[in-house]
């Protein structure tokens, strides 16, 4: 599985981004999809994911103003990201969970800076 992230970038407080993520080859094997941020000096953090029956869930600290989406026909997935904050600034990765229930699949990261 390989995947491809990307609408990272440079936006003001309370400004919208919106990442995508693309995925291809055996993505059969795919349960579900997740949104990760890392920051400078901070450990990775699950924002957001996708199960394969379409269940969501967010971390308390994007919940309300990320939404995650699929396109099953573009094999995509979506994070939109709305009210951001400076302390949303990170290196955004999107993530792909095999049935071994583990995030075995990482896309490149994807920058988003957010300025006061």
């Known amino acids: 599985v390989q995947l491809q992230a990307s609408g990272g970038g440079l936006v003001q407080a309370g400004g919208s981004l919106r990442l995508s993520c693309v995925a291809s080859?055996?993505?059969?094997?795919?349960?579900?999809m997740g949104w990760f941020r890392q920051a400078p000096g901070k450990q990775r953090e699950l924002l957001a994911a996708i199960a394969k029956g379409g269940s969501t869930n967010y971390s308390d600290s994007v919940k309300g103003r990320f939404t995650i989406s699929r396109d099953n026909t573009k094999n995509a997935v979506f994070l939109q990201m709305n009210r951001l904050k400076p302390e949303d600034t990170a290196v955004y990765y999107c993530?792909?969970?095999?049935?071994?229930?583990?995030?075995?699949?990482w896309g490149q990261g994807t920058q988003v800076t957010v300025s006061s």
């Open positions: 080859g055996s993505i059969f094997v795919i349960t579900a």
């Open positions: 993530a792909a969970k095999s049935p071994g229930g583990i995030y075995d699949y």
